[in-house]
């Protein structure tokens, strides 16, 4: 099956008409036939080759798989189709992806401006630099003049950029070599420990880990299955080496002996808070409803701090713009100056 790349937002809008149509009654192939009505010719082929191998009794996040959709959004209709809340798991599936499709459109909205304005300052400065500076420089020496504090340090910052540009560079290599060298054949669960030691990354995918965990995990308790039947839930999930090496670790504690909460405290890339959630749900008897209120917990706290984020980002990134501007003004205007004081 041949297929166009879907972006989030399409991801999010073809789960969510999906997941409306379920929730009034509708089987998972007419609801697929309906909502093909709603999209794009080249889109409607691409389902409608969905659907042949649905018919045939595939199951529908192989076909999602096909279509090369978001790994987590298969990973929630994998489980929906283990529990049979499929219409459940498109709508939460859906804001999900829908969530993280606006994050990236306030991303671009936050850098391009910016970054345009960066850009043509530096092209400004660059022509100060070599063009006017150079010219003050030789009225100095003709006037007997002492060049100025401030014409000194951007002569100095030209010289330092393109020692910082190659490092950068290096930097850069260093961390592609790694990267596919080393870090991509790490088992899945070094991994996720590696990046918990990245101080501001690791915040936002611990919350992350510790939704979409906690999501499935209580979705399929509460169709009654039991820990170690969930867990085996994971253990099945080929697409996501992750999740199902972390419930095989898990089961293998489990039969040590380990009480759950206790397994949980020692992963570094889950909440701590989690292992808390887990012996409360345990003593009253509704696991699955507690991590369903603390998945959501975890779901806020994550919008909060990218929010967040964002709003310290900005200010950041205009006060730098308004440091270049400021330079490339004083840049100019005191050699001016100080030549008006040497005449």
Same mark, same amino acid.
């Given at each position: 099956?041949?297929?166009?790349?879907?972006?989030? &937002?399409?991801?999010?809008?073809?789960?969510?008409?999906?997941?409306?149509?379920?929730?009034?009654?509708?089987?998972?192939?007419?609801?697929?036939?309906?909502?093909?009505?709603?999209?794009?010719?080249?889109?409607?082929?691409?389902?409608?080759?969905?659907?042949?191998?649905?018919?045939?009794?595939?199951?529908?996040?192989?076909?999602?798989?096909?279509?090369?959709? &978001?790994?987590?959004?298969?990973?929630?209709?994998?489980?929906?189709?283990?529990?049979?809340?499929?219409?459940?798991?498109?709508?939460?599936?859906?804001?999900?992806?829908?969530?993280?499709?606006?994050?990236?459109?306030?991303?671009?909205?936050?850098?391009?401006?910016?970054?345009?304005?960066?850009?043509?300052?530096?092209?400004?400065?660059?022509?100060?630099?070599?063009?006017?500076?150079?010219?003050?420089?030789?009225?100095?020496?003709?006037?007997?003049?002492?060049?100025?504090?401030?014409?000194?340090?951007?002569?100095?910052?030209?010289?330092?950029?393109?020692?910082?540009?190659?490092?950068?560079?290096?930097?850069?290599?260093?961390?592609?070599?790694?990267?596919?060298?080393?870090?991509?054949?790490?088992?899945?669960?070094?991994?996720?420990?590696?990046?918990?030691?990245?101080?501001?990354?690791?915040?936002?995918?611990?919350?992350?880990?510790?939704?979409?965990?906690?999501?499935?995990?209580?979705?399929?308790?509460?169709?009654?299955?039991?820990?170690? &039947?969930?867990?085996?839930?994971?253990?099945?999930?080929?697409?996501?080496?992750?999740?199902?090496?972390?419930?095989?670790?898990?089961?293998?504690?489990?039969?040590?002996?380990?009480?759950?909460?206790?397994?949980?405290?020692?992963?570094?890339?889950?909440?701590?808070?989690?292992?808390?959630?887990?012996?409360?749900?345990?003593?009253?008897?509704?696991?699955?409803?507690?991590?369903?209120?603390?998945?959501?917990?975890?779901?806020?706290?994550? &919008?909060?701090?990218?929010?967040?984020?964002?709003?310290?980002?900005?200010?950041?990134?205009?006060?730098?713009?308004?440091?270049?501007?400021?330079?490339?003004?004083?840049?100019?205007?005191?050699?001016?100056?100080?030549?008006?004081?040497?005449?």
């Amino acid at each position: 099956m041949k297929t166009r790349k879907w972006s989030l &937002e399409e991801q999010a809008v073809f789960l969510k008409m999906t997941g409306e149509l379920l929730i009034r009654g509708y089987p998972l192939a007419e609801a697929l036939e309906s909502v093909t009505l709603h999209l794009p010719l080249y889109r409607r082929k691409e389902i409608r080759e969905g659907l042949e191998v649905l018919k045939e009794g595939y199951p529908f996040y192989l076909i999602l798989q096909r279509l090369k959709f &978001e790994e987590h959004l298969i990973g929630y209709v994998f489980f929906a189709e283990k529990h049979g809340g499929l219409a459940t798991a498109f709508i939460e599936g859906s804001k999900m992806v829908q969530k993280r499709a606006n994050d990236f459109s306030k991303l671009k909205k936050l850098f391009v401006y910016p970054l345009f304005l960066i850009s043509t300052t530096l092209i400004l400065w660059v022509f100060v630099q070599k063009y006017l500076l150079p010219r003050f420089s030789s009225l100095y020496t003709s006037m007997n003049l002492e060049t100025n504090a401030f014409t000194s340090i951007i002569y100095l910052l030209d010289d330092l950029f393109p020692l910082l540009f190659i490092i950068l560079c290096v930097l850069l290599c260093v961390f592609v070599f790694y990267y596919f060298v080393k870090f991509k054949n790490l088992p899945p669960l070094h991994q996720k420990n590696l990046l918990m030691k990245i101080p501001m990354l690791s915040t936002y995918l611990r919350l992350f880990y510790t939704h979409y965990f906690s999501t499935q995990l209580s979705y399929l308790l509460s169709g009654g299955l039991s820990v170690n &039947e969930a867990l085996s839930m994971f253990e099945q999930n080929e697409h996501q080496s992750f999740y199902k090496q972390l419930a095989k670790n898990i089961k293998q504690d489990l039969r040590k002996g380990e009480k759950l909460e206790n397994i949980i405290k020692k992963y570094l890339f889950l909440e701590k808070e989690l292992a808390t959630i887990v012996k409360h749900g345990q003593d009253n008897g509704k696991l699955s409803q507690e991590l369903v209120f603390f998945a959501a917990h975890c779901l806020q706290r994550l &919008e909060e701090k990218t929010d967040k984020l964002m709003k310290q980002m900005q200010p950041i990134l205009y006060s730098v713009i308004g440091l270049l501007i400021v330079c490339m003004y004083l840049a100019v205007l005191l050699p001016m100056f100080h030549l008006l004081d040497g005449i």
